[in-house]
Nanobody, 124 residues
Framework: QLQLVEPGGGLVQPGGSLRLSCAPS????????IGWFRQAPGKEREGVSC????????KYADSVQGRFTVSRDNVANTPYLQMNDLRPEDTAIYYC?????????????????WGQGTQVTVSS
């Protein structure tokens, strides 16, 4: 069964850091771009970041540019989202998703497989 499994998430204080991972099951990550989305309470899901299959191209939403870093380890078959300087407005359920490209990373229809989501709460 093809899956993306997201461990991690949790509660962090404002200004803190957290790293999310996304473990593929049933397929190799090498050929796919991976996007990260989030959905805050009462809001629509939004694209946060994306990394190309070879890791050379990355994209970020303006709201996280300079604070979040997307990366991948194709040997370990795992992508990561490093989140620094977290703010209360970053509180959301975070999802990873599989795509072919990052060109239109904000659009959900570009992705064909989604993780179950993990809760990130930024609060003192």
């Amino acid at each position: 069964q093809l899956q993306l499994v997201e461990p991690g998430g949790g509660l962090v204080q404002p200004g803190g850091s957290l790293r999310l991972s996304c473990a593929p099951s049933g397929f190799a990550l090498d050929f796919y771009a991976i996007g990260w989305f989030r959905q805050a309470p009462g809001k629509e899901r939004e694209g946060v970041s994306c990394i190309s299959s070879n890791g050379y191209a990355t994209k970020y939403a303006d709201s996280v540019q300079g604070r979040f870093t997307v990366s991948r380890d194709n040997v370990a078959n795992t992508p990561y989202l490093q989140m620094n300087d977290l703010r209360p407005e970053d509180t959301a359920i975070y999802y990873c998703a599989r795509s072919n490209y990052c060109a239109h990373f904000r659009f959900e229809y570009e992705y064909d497989l989604w993780g179950q989501g993990t809760q990130v709460t930024v609060s003192s």
